[in-house]
């Protein structure tokens, strides 16, 4: 079992950064990739980013390459995101997640945080 706290999120203008944390519980976050989604009002939970166990394997959404960053620190059981250049359209509740391999797919994952509010204003 693993559970998975977020934390980081926030209300900023266009153009800001913020940096989300997901701190996971237990001995095995290192045995886990870890994944970031996101859902806005009305949509469906969306897939932005994926880091291998090793965090030598990296995905991103392609509304989010360029100005997103995902990393883990495995000792600390954390992965972040780090998000750079925030447009109004990234205005969602972000969840990080587990799963046996990098994926895209939301199905794909096993373990789900609670979720962070992140809202950006123009």
């Known amino acids: 079992q693993v559970q998975l706290v977020e934390s980081g999120g926030g209300l900023v203008q266009a153009g800001a950064s913020l940096r989300l944390s997901c701190a996971a519980s237990?001995?095995?976050?290192?045995?886990?990739?870890m994944g970031w989604f996101r859902q806005a009002p009305g949509k469906e939970r969306e897939f932005v980013a994926t880091?291998?166990?090793?965090?030598?394997?990296?995905y991103y959404a392609e509304s989010v390459k360029g100005r997103f960053t995902i990393s883990r620190d495995n000792p600390k059981n954390t992965v972040y995101l780090q998000m750079n250049s925030l447009k109004p359209e990234d205005t969602a509740v972000y969840y990080c997640?587990?799963?046996?391999?990098?994926?895209?797919?939301?199905?794909?994952?096993?373990?789900w945080g609670q979720g962070t509010q992140v809202t950006v204003s123009s």
């Open positions: 880091i291998s166990r090793s965090g030598v394997t990296i």
């Open positions: 237990g001995r095995t976050f290192s045995r886990h990739a």
């Open positions: 997640a587990a799963a046996s391999t990098a994926a895209t797919s939301r199905g794909l994952y096993d373990y």
